[in-house]
């Protein structure tokens, strides 16, 4: 969490700009499924819409595209600024103590915990942030929208989430498994690479290989082993996962027939559920490659 902590410091202006360009975004698309279902309960009640209205409903709909794009450039740019700052970190660390790091050593690290670390940065960190921030805000309108059917959503959600959290217990020491077969499979290859010399003078060419294979042949079947773990997490997930947007139906309908919550406000429900099920689901797989991300940062110096 240190190197993190650093990596965040040393961009926090951008990283500022990532979480406010979320947080607009967000905000944006949930004023619009409101006004959304506004349109719903108008068109229900054959009301009149003013030119006003659809002029508003126009323009939020820009701005959302605006908003979506800016937020997905913003968040782009941090995550590689980020990068950067790991990547050159770490070189600077490497000039600064050249006695202390070993020549394999440096290219293992340089492949294996930063190459992965920079991977997450890039692909996974400030989006994760981004569904996080959707899931916080989703969660809060809708408790204004309409408490009980709020509760009807994360009651399934959170009890599909504790199924995935045991589960993903399970995955992570996997993970944590591979990556571990996988730097042993590195070192043993750099130090191959390194002392080519000596070992063509000592005649230990033989060994090395069958080391190398043997590395190789844990690795494969580690990662084999986590492949097909997530895809029966994601299998199942996958199956149980309409369950939260079967409640919601089932508990709308209900509260509609009885006259006590309008037709706009479950289409409002039915657009911005995913926003929530889908984080909250995916909060075990989310830590799990949190844990792997700080895990291999863990190993990095930087400068």
């Not at 990547?87 to 070993?102: A, P, T």
């Not at 492949?111 to 981004?130: A, C, H, V």
Request: proline share 2%.
């Amino acid at each position: 969490m240190k190197v993190l902590r650093k990596i965040l410091a040393m961009n926090r202006i951008w990283v500022f700009l990532a979480v406010f360009a979320a947080v607009f975004s967000y905000g944006v698309q949930i004023i619009y499924t409101h006004q959304v279902g506004d349109l719903v309960n108008k068109i229900v009640a054959r009301d009149s819409i003013s030119p006003l209205f659809v002029f508003i409903l126009a323009l939020f709909i820009l701005l959302q595209v605006l908003s979506v794009y800016g937020n997905h450039t913003i968040g782009h740019y941090a995550s590689e600024r980020a990068s950067h700052s790991l990547r050159m970190g770490f070189m600077r660390y490497l000039l600064k103590n050249r006695s202390d790091v070993s020549e394999d050593q440096a290219m293992s690290i340089v492949q294996g915990e930063i190459s992965m670390s920079m991977d997450y940065l890039n692909n996974s960190f400030f989006e994760i942030i981004g569904n996080l921030i959707a899931c916080l805000l989703v969660i809060v309108f809708l408790f204004f929208e309409n408490v009980l059917l709020t509760i009807a959503l994360l009651v399934p959600t959170l009890l599909i989430l504790l199924y995935v959290s045991l589960s993903g217990t399970k995955l992570a020491k996997i993970t944590k498994a591979t990556l571990a077969a996988k730097s042993r499979m590195n070192r043993t290859a750099f130090s191959i690479a390194k002392n080519f010399p000596a070992i063509s003078v000592y005649d230990a060419g033989a060994f090395l290989e069958e080391k190398y294979e043997q590395d190789l042949s844990a690795w494969e079947k580690q990662f084999k082993k986590d492949d097909r773990m997530n895809a029966v997490l994601n299998s199942i997930s996958g199956l149980i996962s309409r369950l939260p947007l079967l409640c919601v139906f089932f508990c709308g309908a209900t509260l509609i027939f009885r006259g006590d919550m309008t037709l706009g406000t479950l289409i409002v429900f039915l657009n911005l559920q995913n926003s929530v099920t889908r984080f909250l689901m995916n909060t075990p797989i989310f830590i799990a490659r949190f844990k792997t991300f700080t895990s291999n940062l863990s190993k990095v110096n930087i400068a």
